[in-house]
T-cell receptor, first 113, second 112 residues
Framework: DAGVIQSPRHEVTEMGQEVTLRCKPISGHDYLFWYRQTMMRGLELLIYFNNNVPIDDSGMPEDRFSAKMPNASFSTLKIQPSEPRDSAVYFC???????????FGPGTRLLVL | KNEVEQSPQNLTAQEGEFITINCSYSVGISALHWLQQHPGGGIVSLFMLSSGKKKHGRLIATINIQEKHSSLHITASHPRDSAVYICAAPAQYGGSQGNLIFGKGTKLSVKP
């Protein structure tokens, strides 16, 4: 398997623009996680899905952030409008169970100017 | 909500040394995770353990559930072990175990 695939790998945008990050989990994994990593706060869970259904979105910072999982092989994390404080590395991970080993994608490095 | 603490924050070692990284958490858990983040940013899951000890090559992870403490050991350290090591535990006891709280990480640098 190719592992968890994320795109784009790098994104530079201007404040106020819409940003969409994409993730393809490992085939057969029924859990998908979105994380954000910053120098100040480290790794933080934003939201996770089980069988395409959002289970816990308490980590989503505010209404500007939204995530969807229309099918088992694709998820998006959208920021609209983006702000400079959203600059971070966003990771997607997948697993076969909620408490099982998580496999991380390479991350998307986002810079909002 | 669980609090995860790691020590030390930074660690420099000479090649061949035995390394220990510590992790403590505040709420009882079913399993604890150890992750490795490479200098390039990629994250790899090393261990998930709920009791006792696990070994993979030169890496050994132990956990003491009663003391809410885990350690990651590296034997015969090598410069390629240089990375950030992160421990993670479920946010709360019971409930979904997918909501992980991460430690701040330990940055290890192994000098040749």
């Amino acid at each position: 398997d190719a592992g968890v695939i994320q795109s784009p790998r790098h994104e530079v945008t201007e404040m106020g623009q819409e940003v969409t990050l994409r993730c393809k989990p490992i085939s057969g994994h029924d859990y998908l996680f979105w994380y954000r990593q910053t120098m100040m706060r480290g790794l933080e869970l934003l939201i996770y899905f089980n069988n395409n259904v959002p289970i816990d979105d308490s980590g989503m910072p505010e209404d500007r952030f939204s995530a969807k999982m229309p099918n088992a092989s694709f998820s998006t994390l959208k920021i609209q409008p983006s702000e400079p404080r959203d600059s971070a590395v966003y990771f997607c991970a997948s697993s076969t169970g909620g408490g099982e080993t998580q496999y991380f994608g390479p991350g998307t490095r986002l810079l909002v100017l | 909500k669980n609090e995860v603490e790691q020590s030390p924050q930074n660690l420099t070692a000479q090649e061949g040394e035995f390394i220990t990284i510590n992790c403590s958490y505040s709420v009882g858990i079913s399993a604890l995770h150890w992750l490795q983040q490479h200098p390039g940013g990629g994250i790899v899951s090393l261990f998930m353990l709920s009791s006792g000890k696990k070994k993979h090559g030169r890496l050994i992870a132990t956990i003491n559930i009663q003391e809410k403490h885990s350690s990651l050991h590296i034997t015969a350290s090598h410069p390629r072990d240089s990375a950030v090591y992160i421990c993670a535990a479920p946010a709360q006891y019971g409930g979904s175990q997918g909501n992980l709280i991460f430690g701040k990480g330990t940055k290890l640098s192994v000098k040749p």
